[in-house]
């Protein structure tokens, strides 16, 4: 075979694997545009918690009840177990009157 002819074979062997890689390197790039697109927003906020966590917080430690008033203490308890039953008991009425109406 001439000499010519191992040259051009070489070359388009060249140009194939050029085509090839250049294939390659356009899918990982569209790949790669598509990730930054899905990380731009996380990384936002992986500063803002970073911020946040830079800021120092100021804890402060509730209040000790033990020496609370018994009475005022119960007294709050009731009504608010007096106001959760009627709670219930209202949403006892709207069911029975939703099955009611159905009939």
Known sequence: MPIWAWILIFVGIALAGLGLHLTILFGIKYKAQRTMAVVAPIQQKISQLQEQLATKSHYQAPANNLGDDPV???????????????????????????????K
């Open 72 to 102: 005022v203490t119960t007294q709050i308890w009731l009504k608010r177990q007096h106001a959760s039953e009627q709670r219930k008991a209202a949403r006892q009425r709207r069911l029975i009157s939703r099955l009611t109406k159905r």
